[in-house]
């Protein structure tokens, strides 16, 4: 792991892009606290705190004796949540840089699309 983010949230930030990218569907069964621990050596109290937190935004359910399931409104709530962030995270500060160096909402989109053009 390389951010600087705790490590329970990097934890949990994984469990998120697995449930956006599809490779945890509704219904799937979450990485266990054991196996999250043995995986990324970490404490195994870490590992619960992640999933913990991923409980509490209902993102994961509790099944007695089974473990831990993917919610069925689990993907649509983490894109719900990555759109506001990237929303006020790199949007919101993109057209504040845009508006202090003058720029128009047509130049602005040319630079965008150019950046898209890039290999």
Known sequence: MSDSRPLYQQLAGGIRDMIISGQLGPGDRAPSTNELSAFHSVNPTTA??????????GLLEKRRGLGMFVTPEARDHVQKQRRSALREDFIAPLLAEARALGLSQTELIDLIRAEGDQP
């Open 48 to 57: 619960a705190k992640a999933l913990t937190v991923l409980h509490d935004e």
